[in-house]
């Protein structure tokens, strides 16, 4: 059964803080991690793409890939209220889409 | 550039009563194309995709369908709603290469009555 877990949250930052997104995966062959923003009553917004270990910066948004501990996270800096979102994760396992049920960030004023 | 529109954006149906649902994709040819459904408050169920014109699979049984008539159009069909059927449905189109990332459209609110 292949599966992404995110924690659902709600997660509570204060305005200006980091927020720490997590996601695990299920199988270790996956090449291709994403994450998505999802504002309330909207569609998802592909944010993110990484690929290789390590780090990628886009902005305020930092995404970290370890393959070896089959987890992907997100970084936020300089969290704003426009942040408040729900974040999925997604991952291409075996040529499929998987998505986590996604974790729920407010930052509060 | 690519974009996907997905109409209508909400839309009301009593139980029994059919659906279409349509999706079209610019900029691209032979994009994957997959319909998710989203209820209130839960994740992305995927129910259908496609690599190309005619090519459908379902991964979920259910009463709904999908065709692909054209390669960069995509319909969601019903001939009998349910209760059930009432979701967030987003439409989204990948480029037919690995490791590509979906791109959703704007979704359609369905409430069945």
């Known amino acids: 059964q292949k599966e992404v877990e995110q924690n659902s949250g709600p997660l509570s930052v204060p305005e200006g803080a980091i927020a720490s997104l997590n996601c695990t995966y299920s199988d270790r062959v996956s090449q291709s991690f994403f994450w998505y923003r999802q504002y309330s009553g909207k569609s998802p917004e592909l944010i993110m793409s990484?690929?290789?270990?390590g780090d990628k910066e886009d902005g305020r948004f930092t995404a970290q890939l370890n393959k070896a501990s089959q987890y992907v996270s997100l970084l936020i800096r300089d969290s704003q209220p426009s942040d408040s979102a729900t974040y999925l994760c997604a991952v291409n396992m075996g040529n499929q889409f998987y998505f986590g049920t996604g974790t729920s960030l407010t930052v509060i004023p | 550039s690519q974009t996907i529109h997905q109409w209508p954006a909400t839309l009301v149906q009593p139980v029994g009563s059919p659906l279409s649902l349509e999706c079209t994709v610019e900029?691209?040819?032979?994009?994957?194309l997959y319909w998710y459904r989203q209820a209130a408050g839960r994740g992305l169920q995927l129910l259908f995709y496609?690599?190309?014109?005619?090519?459908i699979s379902s991964e979920v049984p259910q009463n709904l369908s999908a065709s692909r008539p054209q390669d960069r159009q995509f319909i969601l069909s019903s001939k009998k709603l349910l209760l059930s059927d009432s979701g967030f449905y987003l439409c989204a189109w990948s480029r037919d290469a690995l490791n590509q990332p979906q791109h959703f459209g704007d979704g359609t609110r369905l409430s069945i009555l």
């Open positions: 900029g691209t040819s032979n994009p994957n």
């Open positions: 990484i690929y290789s270990n």
């Open positions: 496609s690599v190309g014109i005619g090519q």
